[in-house]
């Protein structure tokens, strides 16, 4: 089509505005298409030959006793039957049907295109239908067919004649299009209108129904509520149409009442398309203002007409008929924008729920056709003798509640590939943040490695420079005054080459358990105790799940306690057997070395080495204490889990 345009030389300006229009107006062509040919299609199947052969019929209406009056014809008025008004007084009404049989053994039958209010049929004076009110089962704009066999006695050779009685309802009797033919001809032509008019119309108000309690069940998007709203309304008042339109209510109304509820409906119905429509093409918000505004004004007008109807029988007659002539030309118009509408949309938008729409354009030209048809009588364009007698909006309740149902099932589709969408997206971002995240931490581990690394060699700088550092320097100054003997000399270097070890012992063991670490000093110090004539025993009591691991600085400072009092044993304890031993006690940590010696007098506790190892256990956090007498010393180090975990924490941060 844009090259075909682009041919004819037309200017952009036109160009960008004509081609919207040709499409909104290709698309109401194509709905007009779908709606002729299904209208022309059900037409052809629901309607007999022989129809409209009549011109007129003899009818006697009937005195308020009951008793036929003087003849008279009533004219055929084409789909609405033979239109004869009511006067005052008379009840009912019977009409004559004269035809012709040529073989009485054939099977014949008579077709009413409306069966309502029928009370009585005969043929030849023998009833076929007793006088007995049917129950209404349609109501007064759309009915069910009548199908009534003729029995064969009943018939003769040549004229014979059917006489239909009905009662009086409203303002007028009429009795519906009919034809005398071939039971199985018109057998046929009544079950595909009874499907038509009876079995689709109550097919279409429960799809609308159960689509409409759909569509209040599912939890729409802030953004579709209004729609979803909106559709509701738009298709309970299309139920409700269909109700009123194809099955009477089960209590008696007057005239006026029903004419009220049919143009109530009916415009209601339209508004709440029209009202729809604007929400689906997402109209501005003064619109659909403007619709609701539209339906109050209408319902009080129709209130007055009605109320006024009831005041006098004879302007009660008059406002029903123009009522419903209005009402009509409300539809239509209301109808008519709400297809204009729709086309537009779609011709902007073309990918944007074209379908659905196209399916409400076809329902909407069905409304168009069905008031069309009650104000003048329509021919099919595709077969000009083919007359529209069926009423459509009940039969395209179905059409449109399945396709609601189709546009549900879509967008739930459409939602859940957004969904599936929305997560592939939000996975494939998550790895990358993750990639992210793993570099991130591993430059982080690195450079946290890098700054363990240095402060463990500032540390073993710090711990060479204070301990073996600070002794070797002062052994030099004293050798260089020759103050030291042999002897002080050599405890002088083995006290440095045991400072020395437990350096090493608390790093070879960084990253293994305290309980390693003890081991490697056990191991160490058993040679040197037992080389002094000494003992060495070594409890050491933890569990296999008592995986406790200070770090190596906590370490060489529980090590060097534990060595000082080594040292202290040796020297001055004057015993033959040194214990060591570890626990822990519920949340605490407990090491005791004890000898069996001389044990040595209060006064001096803050000697011998001891007031070092207090230090050192305060700047752990934990505590020690010395028992003394004359079974020997103990020295007890003791510290909170809780503690030596903080220290851990402190030093992986360091």
């Given amino acids: 089509m844009e090259?075909?345009?682009?041919?004819?030389q037309v200017p952009a300006g036109a160009k960008r505005l004509g081609l919207p229009l040709l499409a909104a107006v290709v698309l109401v062509v194509v709905a007009q298409l779908i709606v002729w040919g299904l209208v022309t299609g059900a037409e052809q199947l629901s309607r007999p030959p022989g129809m409209a052969a009549t011109a007129r019929?003899?009818?006697?209406?009937?005195?308020?006793?009951?008793?036929?009056?003087?003849?008279?014809?009533?004219?055929?008025?084409?789909?609405?039957?033979y239109v004869v008004t009511a006067g005052e007084g008379d009840t009912g009404i019977v009409f004559s049907i004269p035809f012709q049989v040529e073989d009485p053994a054939k099977p014949l039958a008579l077709y009413l295109s409306i069966?309502?209010?029928?009370?009585?049929?005969?043929v030849n004076g023998q009833l076929i239908q007793p006088q007995l009110a049917l129950g209404r089962i349609q109501g007064v704009a759309n009915s069910e067919p009548g199908l009534y066999t003729l029995p064969a006695q009943a018939?003769?050779?040549?004229?014979?004649?059917?006489?239909?009685?009905?009662?009086?309802?409203?303002?007028?009797?009429?009795?519906?299009?009919?034809?005398?033919g071939s039971a199985e001809a018109l057998s046929s032509a009544y079950r595909w209108k009874s499907f038509f008019m009876v079995d689709l119309a109550l097919g279409g108000m429960f799809i609308l129904v159960f689509t409409s309690l759909l569509v209040l069940v599912i939890d729409w998007p802030a953004g579709d509520r209004r729609r979803a709203r909106s559709l509701v309304v738009f298709l309970l008042s299309s139920a409700v149409v269909t109700w009123l339109f194809s099955f009477t209510p089960p209590f008696d109304m007057g005239i006026n009442v029903t004419v009220y509820l049919l143009c109530v409906a009916g415009i209601g119905n339209a508004l709440a398309a029209l009202h729809y429509v604007l929400c689906d093409v997402g109209a501005a918000e003064v619109w659909r203002r403007r619709v609701w505004q539209a339906a109050l004004a209408g319902l009080g007008v129709l209130t007055v007409a009605l109320l006024a109807g009831m005041v006098k029988d004879d302007l009660g007659r008059r406002l029903a008929y123009l009522t419903l002539d209005v009402s009509h030309y409300v539809v239509i118009a209301v109808c008519v924008a709400a297809v204009m509408v729709l086309a537009a949309?779609?011709?902007?938008?073309r990918p944007s729920r074209w379908p659905e729409r196209l399916v409400v354009m076809v329902c909407?030209?069905?409304?168009?056709?069905?008031?069309?048809?009650?104000?003048?009588?329509?021919?099919?364009?595709?077969?000009?003798?083919?007359?529209?007698?069926?009423?459509?909006?009940?039969?395209?309740?179905?059409?449109?509640?399945?396709?609601?149902l189709l546009s549900i099932a879509r967008q739930a589709g459409e939602a859940r590939r957004v969904v599936a969408t929305a997560n592939d997206v939000l996975e494939t971002t998550l790895k990358a943040r993750e990639a992210e995240l793993d570099a991130v931490h591993a430059r982080q581990s690195q450079i946290l490695q890098r700054h363990v690394l240095l402060e463990e060699r500032q540390r073993i700088v710090r711990d060479m420079h204070d301990g073996i550092g600070g002794q070797l320097l002062g052994l030099m100054l004293q050798v260089r005054g020759r103050r030291l003997s042999v002897p002080v000399i050599e405890a002088a270097l083995q006290t440095s080459m045991d400072d020395l070890r437990l350096i090493v012992d608390s790093l070879d063991s960084a990253e293994e358990s305290l309980l390693a670490a003890l081991r490697a000093f056990e191991y160490r110090a058993r040679a040197q105790i037992e080389a002094a004539g000494f003992a060495f025993e070594v409890d050491l009591a933890f569990d296999a799940a008592d995986v406790l691991r200070p770090g190596p600085r906590a370490s060489l400072q529980i090590l060097r306690i534990l060595q000082e009092a080594v040292s202290n044993a040796l020297r001055h304890s004057g015993g033959g057997r040194i214990t060591l031993t570890g626990r822990r006690d519920g949340d605490n940590l407990t090491l005791s070395l004890g000898d069996d010696g001389k044990g040595f007098a209060s006064d001096r506790k803050g000697g011998l080495g001891l007031n070092n190892m207090k230090a050192r256990a305060g700047r752990l956090g934990g505590r020690i204490d010395i028992a003394s007498g004359e079974d020997g010393t103990r020295v007890t180090f003791a510290i909170a889990l809780g503690v030596l975990n903080a220290l851990v924490a402190e030093e992986v941060m360091l």
């Fill in 155 to 180: 018939l003769t050779a040549g004229r014979n004649v059917i006489t239909v009685e009905q009662t009086r309802y409203g303002y007028a009797y009429a009795l519906p299009e009919f034809t005398v």
């Fill in 345 to 349: 949309a779609i011709a902007v938008t």
């Fill in 364 to 404: 909407l030209s069905t409304f168009i056709l069905d008031r069309a048809g009650s104000l003048t009588d329509l021919t099919s364009p595709f077969a000009p003798d083919l007359p529209l007698t069926l009423y459509l909006s009940p039969i395209v309740g179905a059409l449109l509640g399945l396709a609601m």
């Fill in 57 to 81: 019929v003899e009818y006697r209406l009937k005195d308020a006793d009951g008793k036929p009056m003087a003849p008279a014809f009533a004219t055929s008025s084409g789909s609405d039957g």
């Fill in 3 to 8: 090259a075909w345009i682009d041919r004819l």
């Fill in 115 to 122: 069966r309502e209010l029928v009370h009585e049929i005969r």
